[in-house]
């Protein structure tokens, strides 16, 4: 069993809709949890990190992490074509980007 | 743009062969972190200096190397290359050991 798991889609939703992405985990020893967005032939880009458990929103974008039932999600409102991408969860043991763990990525199509 | 700069863009060479990927961190940044994105691993953490010392390593193989210069580039070294080494590899940077690190855009690696 992977220690993160990420459905890879691919996942295509009309523009303006509200986007879910999720992940799911196994660690309990995962503190820092992290979103990217990576568009095609591109380097992953960090678009929001939170420590432990709680909400965060930034924008359009808003993350959950549920530690009890060892879950995250990313919410997209108002969805644009520009968010057309793939989108990769992370988890964290530490402090350092060095002990970053992987989803596979979902890629999500944003459809004009 | 996230300042750090990868070459060369896209590398093709033969098995057996030894190529050396670099890297030049953002303008500041003393952790340079290196991962290596394929299909079937997905993004996995290889190796990471801090202000031109080893800080860790995670899966890298014994016939790739790494290292960091006095004015913070850093430099992969992959030898004896096989076909399941075609991947891209990525570097990252961040101003100290942290999980808030920034992508460059990769080398893809393609060995024949």
């Known amino acids: 069993q992977k220690e993160v798991e990420q459905d890879p889609g691919p996942l295509s939703v009309p523009e303006g809709a509200i986007v879910s992405l999720n992940c799911t985990y196994s660690?309990?020893?995962?503190?820092?949890f992290m979103w990217y967005r990576q568009y095609s032939r591109k380097g992953p880009e960090l678009l929001m990190y939170t420590y432990s458990s709680g909400n965060k929103e930034d924008g359009r974008f808003t993350a959950q992490v549920d530690k009890s039932s060892k879950y995250i999600s990313l919410f997209i409102r108002d969805s644009q074509p520009s968010d057309s991408a793939t989108y990769l969860c992370a988890m964290c043991r530490g402090s350092s980007a060095s002990k970053i763990i992987f989803g596979s990525g979902t890629r999500l199509s944003i459809r004009p | 743009d996230s300042g750090v700069t990868q070459t060369p863009k896209h590398l093709i060479t033969a098995t057996g062969q030894r190529v050396t990927l670099r890297c030049s961190p953002r303008s500041g940044d003393l952790s340079v972190y290196w991962y290596q994105q394929s299909l079937d691993q997905g993004l996995q953490f290889l190796i990471q200096?801090?202000?031109?010392?080893?800080?860790a390593k995670g899966n890298i193989l014994e016939r790739f190397s790494a290292q960091q210069f006095p004015d913070l580039h850093s430099e992969l070294n992959l030898s004896s290359l096989e076909l399941g080494d075609s991947a891209l590899y990525f570097c990252?940077?961040?101003?100290?050991?942290?999980?808030?690190?920034?992508f460059g855009q990769g080398t893809r690696l393609t060995v024949v």
């Open positions: 200096y801090y202000n031109g010392e080893e800080r």
């Open positions: 660690n309990s020893a995962f503190q820092y």
């Open positions: 990252a940077s961040s101003p100290r050991d942290r999980v808030e690190a920034f």
